[in-house]
DNA sequence: TGTTCCGTGTTTTTT
DNA sequence: ACACGGAACA
């Protein structure tokens, strides 16, 4: 037994109850601030020193970036093992572990274990080539809403045909048939999405009695983070792991669930203990971080929701400033007035900008933020997921690869078989992937054999000969970094799995476990229907394709082999170097600028790749393929000094900063309101935002600063704004309230930094009894307002559901009694004004 | 077959 | 205001 004095060293007592709980279920109620990660990063350690092996110890995250930062605390901590021995505690997220579960057991689970996993641009392009098949119109079921549907769905562990049973009316019927069809296309394609990932690994854990088993005994201390966030797939895996051994260690805070809108179920965490019986309690609730007045503050404003837990967070902290809340008139003042506060903190209070973050609701309001802080020469990173992974040249250079580890993978297929422009048509490309399906070979091993598809020109043919040729090249040179299974290029196929296959098929109840179902008839449950699985699974892992070379050896086509590969680079980074130079992605010959951007682009994907073959030396190209796929927008979010981060307010949970800037307090905003027509936003909904304001204040350590703006322009329309509620919900005396907007400044005036003087008011200065949406907004210069009633001459008798101020141009959408809401230009709608709708 | 232009929808939040 | 997809044109 290893000395624990280190471990323990600096915790509270509340810290050390959960630190040194070793067996049985334990739950950790941390406040935000409550020194959680350090909590869990010190359990580990002590589990480990008391002699539990590390490789029996499972940690999850919530990102990936939390995940590393978690390995490499728990490296630091556990100095008296071998490093060998460090590495064996598994630290990941749920999406990272089940597709490394999943590649693992891939046969039992009705896998090929090279599976692709789709990002949700490709998902998007499934849901419409899937409504395309079922003859559904993508105006009758937008793909967005099938894809939300099917994510629902699969949250609840239900594929299509427990959806098409449980849900009968017209729409979801619709709905059904689509479902049946995007399952069919990935399993054609051999991939999964990333509600696969959490459902195959549930069902799997649920159904294979053998494969739990060895989990469970791998597995046996267990500790969740984030546990507020988890939806249902999650919790069953959790659930089914811990099943035997019931040392699991949930942390959470049920005031930080944000993420109700993708199925994280809040009552995972409020009934833990039903769960879990007998089940030990530890909360922690003295806040670290932030001041007096930044906590007094977000406690104030988090109390207004119902649904909750009491508890009350405390500091020893200092006093600290009042939070600044600034109106402007319009998001371009909002964001001079941010750039101005960043630059004053740096200036006069000597603040680095890396200790400066800004948080907004929705990813749009960060553009006009940038605008005004390069026009004031504020280094800053905008922490987007979407931003380099989503560029053109990087999604092709990524197809190339995941074609190359997954020839079955059709999404990729369609992306970059013309890509760069080799003759192969979309009607070519229908003739090739036809061919694929109706020989049941794989795309790849179709190009090989494009002379024998008919239709085909026979430029098209040999073009698609050499791009199949190509990629046997590829494959052919870097044999190590394909696993074993994607050896022959192309033996991977999609394994039609027996009528039986146990996916979908057991209609397994979901278990009630708030009725405390006794774990021994849960556990005959699934045993029951996991023998039947095992079955099934032994067969269909039987490989049809002998592995024999799938590439046409008469007449191999001319080969542009004359590129050598880049001897400097090492492992996945050397195999995309000699991938772009093979099929031409970088063209060093086109020299304008757009051309050099996006080779700079792809020699920083090439760095990327260099850097996982350095973290990774054995690791393979579907292990690689893995980590950029389910990289979350935090895990980018590189320790630039330097620079100010600006980031939505779900990427800035777990993160903390001394200086917040929350923009874009205003009704409609933060809290976000969807439609007009959705009457009953409050309950749930709102409290979501709520707890959404609260996670981002909870970011602040010293100062924080919310601000807002009057009138914004939003799809090309200025829309008047009213401060939101969540504002007027702080205690009076944690706040000063500065109101630019009254401030006149001549237009075009350059130095508005010198111009503009900030007029604290009165600290009463919040207008309490402004903000209702009945009240004139003080910015609302035109005669409608919401709530008002109206006469049209040809429409009848309307209220004003909403009112765009836009010169000449405003437009009032109004909900008409008889025929329904219109948006009307109201200088030519001879609009007659009937109350004023208070 | 490839490129350009126009019209339309689109903005919540993410693994 | 912007990006994407379809249609028309080269």
């Given at each position: 037994m290893a000395d624990t004095t280190d471990i323990l060293a600096d915790l509270t007592p509340e810290q050390i109850e959960a630190v040194t709980h070793v067996d049985g279920p334990l739950l950790v109620l941390a406040g935000a601030g409550s020194g959680k990660t350090r909590t869990i990063t010190r359990r580990v350690a002590y589990l480990a020193s008391v002699g539990i092996a590390p490789f029996n110890i499972l940690a999850v995250t919530f990102t990936n970036k939390a995940a590393g930062e978690m390995r490499q605390r728990i490296g630091e901590l556990l100095t008296f093992l071998s490093s060998r021995q460090r590495a064996g505690v598994t630290v990941a997220t749920f999406h990272s572990l089940c597709a490394r579960l999943l590649r693992e057991f891939a046969s039992f689970a009705g896998l090929d274990s090279n599976f692709s996993i789709m990002d949700s641009s490709d998902q998007t392009k499934t849901a419409k080539l899937a409504l395309e098949r079922s003859s559904i119109s993508a105006e009758l079921l937008p793909p967005a809403r099938l894809l939300s549907a099917i994510s629902k769905s699969k949250n609840r562990l239900q594929l299509a045909e427990q959806f098409a049973a449980h849900n009968t009316d017209f729409s979801s019927r619709n709905i059904a048939r689509a479902f049946a069809a995007y399952e069919q296309i990935m399993k054609e394609n051999n991939t999964v999405d990333f509600d696969d990932l959490l459902l195959r690994m549930a069902m799997l854990l649920r159904d294979n009695a053998d494969v739990r088993a060895q989990l469970q005994d791998r597995f046996q201390y267990i500790l969740i983070d984030e546990y507020q966030d988890t939806n249902h797939a999650q919790f069953i895996i959790c659930h089914m792991l811990a099943l035997k051994h019931h040392n699991i260690c949930a942390t959470g805070d049920p005031d930080q669930s944000i993420y109700g809108w993708r199925g994280a179920n809040l009552g995972n965490i409020l009934d833990f203990e039903q769960h879990f019986p007998n089940a030990k309690v530890v909360r922690l609730e003295q806040n670290y971080r932030s001041t007096k007045t930044i906590l007094k503050a977000a406690s104030a404003l988090i109390v207004?929701?119902?649904q909750r837990k009491n508890k009350s967070l405390w500091t020893d902290n200092e006093q600290g400033d009042r939070i600044k809340i600034i109106y402007a008139a319009d998001e371009r003042e909002e964001a001079r007035h941010v750039a101005r506060q960043l630059r004053e903190m740096f200036d006069q209070h000597k603040m680095r900008w890396d200790e400066m973050a800004v948080l907004y609701r929705i990813n749009s309001l960060s553009r006009v933020l940038e605008d005004s802080l390069m026009e004031a020469a504020i280094p800053y990173q905008i922490v987007r997921g979407t931003e380099f992974y989503a560029r053109k040249e990087i999604k092709d250079a990524l197809a190339y690869l995941r074609l190359l580890n997954n020839p079955s993978d059709r999404v990729s297929f369609e992306r970059i078989i013309n890509v760069p422009a080799r003759g192969i048509g979309p009607g070519s490309m229908d003739h090739i992937i036809s061919y694929s399906q109706e020989t049941g070979i794989n795309l790849v091993q179709a190009c090989a054999q494009a002379h024998q598809i008919e239709g085909l020109t026979k430029k098209a043919a040999s073009a698609a000969k050499v791009f199949a040729h190509h990629l046997e090249t590829c494959r052919s040179e870097f044999p190590h970094l394909l696993g074993r299974s994607a050896a022959p290029a192309g033996a991977a196929i999609w394994h039609e799995t027996p009528a039986s296959d146990s996916l979908g098929e057991t209609d397994w109840p979901v278990p009630d476990f708030a009725n405390d179902v006794h774990e021994d008839r849960l556990f005959a449950a699934h045993s029951r229907g996991a023998s039947d699985d095992a079955a099934v699974a032994g067969n269909i892992s039987a490989d049809e394709h002998g592995g024999s070379a799938g590439t046409d050896t008469e007449g191999p086509p001319e080969v542009d082999a004359s590129i050598p590969p880049n001897k400097s680079l090492r492992g996945m980074a050397a195999l995309l170097d000699r991938m772009l130079r093979i099929f031409k992605l970088i063209d060093h010959d086109k020299r304008d600028a757009e051309e050099v951007e996006r080779v700079n682009n792809l020699l920083e994907f090439i760095n990327v790749a260099a850097e996982f073959t350095t973290q990774n030396p054995t690791g393979t190209l579907s292990e690689y393929l893995e980590q950029v796929t389910l990289v979350s927008d935090v895990d980018k979010l590189k320790d630039e000094r330097g620079s100010v981060t600006l980031m939505t307010l779900h990427a800035a949970k777990g993160l903390e900063f001394p200086l917040v800037i929350m923009i874009g307090l205003e009704e409609g905003t933060l809290p976000m309101s969807r439609s007009f027509s959705k009457a009953n936003h409050d309950d749930a909904d709102m409290e979501e935002e709520r707890r959404l304001a609260f996670v981002g204040m909870t970011r602040a350590k010293k100062r924080l600063i919310l601000t807002g703006a009057l009138s914004r322009m939003t799809r090309g329309f200025t829309e008047s704004r009213t401060h939101s509620r969540f504002v007027c919900e702080l205690?009076?005396?944690?706040i000063e309230m500065f109101d630019a907007f009254r401030q006149v400044r001549?237009?075009?005036?350059?130095g508005y930094r010198d111009n503009v003087q900030y007029h604290p008011k009165r600290p009463r200065g919040l207008p309490m009894e402004n903000t209702s949406a009945s009240a004139t907004p003080p910015s609302s210069t035109g005669k409608f307002r919401r709530g008002m009633l109206v006469r049209h001459p040809l429409f009848g008798v309307g209220r004003v559901e909403d009112y765009f101020e836009n010169g000449d141009n405003s437009r009032a959408v109004i909900d008409f009694r008889k025929v329904g809401r219109k948006t009307l230009v109201v200088a030519f709608a001879r609009l007659e004004l009937l109350d004023g709708g208070s």
């Amino acid at each position: 037994m290893a000395d624990t004095t280190d471990i323990l060293a600096d915790l509270t007592p509340e810290q050390i109850e959960a630190v040194t709980h070793v067996d049985g279920p334990l739950l950790v109620l941390a406040g935000a601030g409550s020194g959680k990660t350090r909590t869990i990063t010190r359990r580990v350690a002590y589990l480990a020193s008391v002699g539990i092996a590390p490789f029996n110890i499972l940690a999850v995250t919530f990102t990936n970036k939390a995940a590393g930062e978690m390995r490499q605390r728990i490296g630091e901590l556990l100095t008296f093992l071998s490093s060998r021995q460090r590495a064996g505690v598994t630290v990941a997220t749920f999406h990272s572990l089940c597709a490394r579960l999943l590649r693992e057991f891939a046969s039992f689970a009705g896998l090929d274990s090279n599976f692709s996993i789709m990002d949700s641009s490709d998902q998007t392009k499934t849901a419409k080539l899937a409504l395309e098949r079922s003859s559904i119109s993508a105006e009758l079921l937008p793909p967005a809403r099938l894809l939300s549907a099917i994510s629902k769905s699969k949250n609840r562990l239900q594929l299509a045909e427990q959806f098409a049973a449980h849900n009968t009316d017209f729409s979801s019927r619709n709905i059904a048939r689509a479902f049946a069809a995007y399952e069919q296309i990935m399993k054609e394609n051999n991939t999964v999405d990333f509600d696969d990932l959490l459902l195959r690994m549930a069902m799997l854990l649920r159904d294979n009695a053998d494969v739990r088993a060895q989990l469970q005994d791998r597995f046996q201390y267990i500790l969740i983070d984030e546990y507020q966030d988890t939806n249902h797939a999650q919790f069953i895996i959790c659930h089914m792991l811990a099943l035997k051994h019931h040392n699991i260690c949930a942390t959470g805070d049920p005031d930080q669930s944000i993420y109700g809108w993708r199925g994280a179920n809040l009552g995972n965490i409020l009934d833990f203990e039903q769960h879990f019986p007998n089940a030990k309690v530890v909360r922690l609730e003295q806040n670290y971080r932030s001041t007096k007045t930044i906590l007094k503050a977000a406690s104030a404003l988090i109390v207004n929701n119902i649904q909750r837990k009491n508890k009350s967070l405390w500091t020893d902290n200092e006093q600290g400033d009042r939070i600044k809340i600034i109106y402007a008139a319009d998001e371009r003042e909002e964001a001079r007035h941010v750039a101005r506060q960043l630059r004053e903190m740096f200036d006069q209070h000597k603040m680095r900008w890396d200790e400066m973050a800004v948080l907004y609701r929705i990813n749009s309001l960060s553009r006009v933020l940038e605008d005004s802080l390069m026009e004031a020469a504020i280094p800053y990173q905008i922490v987007r997921g979407t931003e380099f992974y989503a560029r053109k040249e990087i999604k092709d250079a990524l197809a190339y690869l995941r074609l190359l580890n997954n020839p079955s993978d059709r999404v990729s297929f369609e992306r970059i078989i013309n890509v760069p422009a080799r003759g192969i048509g979309p009607g070519s490309m229908d003739h090739i992937i036809s061919y694929s399906q109706e020989t049941g070979i794989n795309l790849v091993q179709a190009c090989a054999q494009a002379h024998q598809i008919e239709g085909l020109t026979k430029k098209a043919a040999s073009a698609a000969k050499v791009f199949a040729h190509h990629l046997e090249t590829c494959r052919s040179e870097f044999p190590h970094l394909l696993g074993r299974s994607a050896a022959p290029a192309g033996a991977a196929i999609w394994h039609e799995t027996p009528a039986s296959d146990s996916l979908g098929e057991t209609d397994w109840p979901v278990p009630d476990f708030a009725n405390d179902v006794h774990e021994d008839r849960l556990f005959a449950a699934h045993s029951r229907g996991a023998s039947d699985d095992a079955a099934v699974a032994g067969n269909i892992s039987a490989d049809e394709h002998g592995g024999s070379a799938g590439t046409d050896t008469e007449g191999p086509p001319e080969v542009d082999a004359s590129i050598p590969p880049n001897k400097s680079l090492r492992g996945m980074a050397a195999l995309l170097d000699r991938m772009l130079r093979i099929f031409k992605l970088i063209d060093h010959d086109k020299r304008d600028a757009e051309e050099v951007e996006r080779v700079n682009n792809l020699l920083e994907f090439i760095n990327v790749a260099a850097e996982f073959t350095t973290q990774n030396p054995t690791g393979t190209l579907s292990e690689y393929l893995e980590q950029v796929t389910l990289v979350s927008d935090v895990d980018k979010l590189k320790d630039e000094r330097g620079s100010v981060t600006l980031m939505t307010l779900h990427a800035a949970k777990g993160l903390e900063f001394p200086l917040v800037i929350m923009i874009g307090l205003e009704e409609g905003t933060l809290p976000m309101s969807r439609s007009f027509s959705k009457a009953n936003h409050d309950d749930a909904d709102m409290e979501e935002e709520r707890r959404l304001a609260f996670v981002g204040m909870t970011r602040a350590k010293k100062r924080l600063i919310l601000t807002g703006a009057l009138s914004r322009m939003t799809r090309g329309f200025t829309e008047s704004r009213t401060h939101s509620r969540f504002v007027c919900e702080l205690p009076k005396d944690c706040i000063e309230m500065f109101d630019a907007f009254r401030q006149v400044r001549p237009a075009g005036s350059p130095g508005y930094r010198d111009n503009v003087q900030y007029h604290p008011k009165r600290p009463r200065g919040l207008p309490m009894e402004n903000t209702s949406a009945s009240a004139t907004p003080p910015s609302s210069t035109g005669k409608f307002r919401r709530g008002m009633l109206v006469r049209h001459p040809l429409f009848g008798v309307g209220r004003v559901e909403d009112y765009f101020e836009n010169g000449d141009n405003s437009r009032a959408v109004i909900d008409f009694r008889k025929v329904g809401r219109k948006t009307l230009v109201v200088a030519f709608a001879r609009l007659e004004l009937l109350d004023g709708g208070s």
